[in-house]
């Protein structure tokens, strides 16, 4: 396990499980001042994300609001280089060309998404100007493209030295096989939890390493890759995205949340849902992670090797996700 502590100065905010009412918020020509609750901010991501699940949490803890804190958070690794499955650098398609989904979901229910993105790197952060900037939830391909360009986004090339070499070898073989083992993804969702209390959530990935063109994994999808609820909770999934959006994931476990199942539950039902269909042990690889509105969190997998990462006042660690296999 991998922890990893850091220090703020102190941050009245960030301190304490729930700080009862510290916020003042005078409003103009107001008499009497509103009193707001303070809630512990905390985040959640799929995988080994020190960095990003840092920037989102210290974000959170200065008062940012969770969707911005989010995409702040997962813009690190989508500009990595050296993450093959997530923004620049990121696995091609069979084609050679990288092709980005991502989607964001809200407290208030609102969300956006973009699908097969070619040249823009923060295509997290292109879901959320979809979700306020237009009158839709989907923009796709060359739209979604012409979309960022409009505002602002700089087009880059997105294949890196590294995952062209990759390409090149798997070429070799040209197999196509639609495996999804722990070499292959690190899709990442990220789940915020504001000092409002506010629930949001993003996902973020090159999809499935030398995917036929033109195809979308669950990761865009609401209520596959991401589903939030902010009266229950939220949820993320990565893995295989067939089989993700084949049982609704994200949204069956805060269905199941809702129904009074913890997070943990919820996250071993749907993995149990994608198990039921198989016949033995599946190849590929699902896993979830979830959290509720007291703060609860969960995550399951199908095989082990899974991890999240765990962001909460001032802690930063990475935690084993119990698995069926
Ligand atoms: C997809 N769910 O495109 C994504 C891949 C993934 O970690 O999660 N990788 O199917």
Not at 240 to 262: P, W
Request: hydrophobic share 35%; with cysteine.
């Amino acid at each position: 396990m991998r922890r990893k502590t850091f220090i703020q100065q102190g941050s009245l905010l960030a301190s304490g499980m729930l700080i009862s009412p510290v916020l003042l918020n005078k409003k103009k020509n107001a008499t009497s001042k509103k009193i707001m609750a303070s809630f512990t901010p905390y985040v959640l991501s799929t995988w080994n994300v020190p960095r990003a699940n840092e920037i989102a949490g210290a974000a959170l803890d200065r008062g940012i609001n969770a969707l911005e804190a989010a995409v702040s958070g997962v813009a690190f690794e989508e500009s990595n280089l050296l993450n093959t499955t997530v923004g620049n650098g990121g696995a091609p398609d069979r084609d050679g060309e990288v092709t980005l989904d991502a989607c964001v979901m809200n407290h208030k229910g609102d969300c956006g998404a973009v699908l097969a993105v070619q040249n823009i790197t923060h295509v997290a952060a292109l879901a959320k100007d979809v979700m306020e900037k237009t009158p839709h939830v989907i923009l796709a391909g060359e739209g979604a493209k012409k979309f960022a360009l409009s505002q602002g986004y700089t087009p880059e090339d997105l294949l890196s030295p590294q995952s062209k070499k990759a390409w090149k070898k798997w070429l070799e073989k040209g197999n196509y096989q639609p495996e999804i083992n722990v070499e292959n993804h690190d899709t990442i969702g990220m789940l915020c939890s504001d000092q409002n209390g506010h629930l949001s959530g993003v996902c973020t990935t090159s999809g499935l390493a030398y995917k036929m063109k033109g195809r979308v994994g669950d990761s865009p999808i609401i209520g596959s890759g991401l589903f939030i609820d902010n009266n229950i909770g939220g949820a993320v999934a990565t893995g295989l995205g067939e089989e993700v959006i084949k049982t609704v994931g994200s949204f069956l476990i805060v269905e199941l949340m809702r129904q009074g199942k913890s997070p943990q539950e919820a996250c071993e039902e749907a993995i149990g849902r994608i198990i039921e269909k198989q016949s033995g042990k599946p190849d590929f690889h699902v896993a979830y992670i979830a959290t509720n509105k007291k703060g609860e969190i969960g995550s399951y997998s199908i095989h082990q090797g899974f991890s999240y990462s765990f962001y909460k006042k001032n802690i930063n660690q990475n935690i084993i996700s119990k698995s069926i296999y």
